[in-house]
């Protein structure tokens, strides 16, 4: 504690005898000018390059040509497995997913293809008394579907009093890695 008191009295004289620093001047470097002397680039000359000739072949001769991609093929589109055909009925079960009007069951099954969760449509003429339009509706389901679930036949009365009917009903569900679907 003597130490520290004798310290503390000691300590103003030690800073007063003591000159304080000042900060190194500060220099400016001065940069003379420099010249550089232009250079001279010589032109380039580039050799021509030879092409080897092509040979085509002649009809008696084959020629193979070589891929010039190395991605994968695309893969073949599902392949749909005709379940009913020509029913008066169109599916009335759980599973739907949605509808658009087509003109053919292959447009039906791209369409099929192009909606997630979808593996089973049912393409119908939905005859409704006007002007016998001849696209199909297509209806798609997430659950493969059999013709005893054909139950919708229509019956609506139409603005124009006639009565809607089903014709020409086709169900179809994928096939999974070359399996029959079950239904």
Do not use: W
Request: aromatic share 6%; hydrophobic share 35%; proline share 13%.
């Amino acid at each position: 504690m003597q130490f520290l008191s004798l310290s503390l009295v000691f300590l103003p004289l030690l800073v007063q005898g003591i000159p304080q620093r000042s900060p190194p001047p500060t220099t400016t470097p001065t940069v003379a000018p420099t010249t550089v002397a232009p250079t001279t680039v010589p032109p380039t000359t580039v050799a021509p390059t030879t092409v080897p000739p092509t040979t085509v072949p002649s009809p008696t001769t084959s020629a193979t040509v070589a891929p010039t991609s190395t991605a994968a093929p695309e893969p073949e589109p599902p392949v749909f497995e005709v379940v009913f055909s020509n029913l008066t009925g169109a599916i009335n079960a759980p599973g739907f997913l949605t509808f658009a009007l087509v003109q053919t069951v292959d447009d039906c099954e791209a369409f099929c293809n192009g909606v997630a969760g979808c593996v089973f449509l049912n393409a119908f003429n939905d005859v409704n008394g006007k002007d016998n339009s001849t696209l199909l509706t297509c209806s798609v389901y997430d659950t493969c579907h059999n013709a005893t679930e054909a139950t919708n036949t229509g019956g609506q009365t139409q603005p124009d009093g006639t009565v809607d009917f089903i014709k020409d009903s086709t169900g179809e569900c994928k096939v999974v890695s070359g399996t029959a679907p079950d239904v």
